[in-house]
């Protein structure tokens, strides 16, 4: 197939990788800035371009994965091309495209990117949305040239897939923030708790989190939570982010198995 992306950043970065490496071509990259479409573009041998007035017409897709405020007036500009388009949003609905177009779909990779890190796109969950059945069926075809997990979600069930994805994800690495901030302020490395990070999500690889629940919350241990919020005494913002978040682990065990 023939896929012009439009936007650099790193979901279009993995995207473009992605498509490049199954045999599809990538025949231009679209971004505001023309350093960053260069750089894409070089490593994906398309065409660069920075405005949306260059666009080769002798495409099949149009992959618009750019900020969801910016996803619309790009649709509106694409759409006298007359050519399939999707997003790549967990947040956008799809009307964000259809009010422009009437051929359109959801290309949703369920991930965390950064342009400098490689994964195998072949494990990333990709979820696919479209306006009628037979965008549906070529978008999963193309799905299945990139990834072994393709998954069919309707706007609705994509957004509480992203919300789940920002409490498993962004939420998590944020603590990964608090916790190297705590260890630095007394002269600790965050390597000491690297092993404990991995091992935690590895167990969430083959069991349920609410099952392999650790720590003092879930052993109702009140004198080592006690000591723990005496050490953020000066920082009221942790503080309750820590009750919050013990709370919360109590009251799914109470939900769980009882009151003990």
Known sequence: MRITIIGSGNVATHLAAAFKNAGHRIVQVYSRDAQNAALLAYHVKAEPINDLAQIDTETDLFVISIKDDAIGPVAEQLAKYDKLMVHTSGATHIFALQAYAEQVGVFYPLQTFSKTRELNF??????????????AKQLTQLAQTISNHV?????????ILHLAAVFACNFPNYLYNVAQQLLAGHQLDFNLIRPLILETALKAQSSLPAS????????RDEITMHDHLRLLENQADLQALYHLLSQGIIKMDIDLHGDK
């Open 122 to 135: 072949s494990e990333v969950p990709l979820c696919i949305e479209a306006a009628t059945e037979a965008i």
């Open 212 to 219: 392999v629940q650790t720590g003092p919350a879930i052993r």
């Open 151 to 159: 998954y069919q979600a309707d706007s609705a069930q994509r957004k």
